[in-house]
Nanobody
Framework: VQLQASGGGLVQPGGSLRLSCAASGSIFSINLMGWYRQAPGKQRELVAVITSGGSTTYADSVKGRFTISRDNAKNTVYLQMNSLKPEDTAVYFC?????????WGQGTQVTVSS
């Protein structure tokens, strides 16, 4: 399974970005897709995940600002990020977990700065 993420960049505080991550390869229909992030000097942390049935979980720090969604037909997961803050600056990684293992994308940089 390969994951290709896109959509990162530089945005001012209060701005928005939309990340996308497309999965390809042999994918079990039942899986968990999501986004994690890692800021410099910090551990990787969960941002949001979504099951193949559409149930979602968010980190407290992004609730009400970020929205995760997925298109099962395209094996793609999205992260709409609104009201971005400087503390959201990090490398964002997409993931896909099935009953056997977890796959990771290459990461996309999100920088929130004026």
């Amino acid at each position: 399974v390969q994951l290709q993420a896109s959509g990162g960049g530089l945005v001012q505080p209060g701005g928005s970005l939309r990340l996308s991550c497309a999965a390809s390869g042999s994918i079990f229909s039942i899986n968990l897709m999501g986004w994690y992030r890692q800021a410099p000097g910090k551990q990787r942390e969960l941002v949001a995940v979504i099951t193949s049935g559409g149930s979602t979980t968010y980190a407290d720090s992004v609730k009400g600002r970020f929205t995760i969604s997925r298109d099962n037909a395209k094996n793609t997961v999205y992260l709409q990020m609104n009201s971005l803050k400087p503390e959201d600056t990090a490398v964002y990684f997409c993931s896909l977990a099935d009953r056997l293992t977890t796959y990771w994308g290459q990461g996309t940089q999100v920088t929130v700065s004026s």
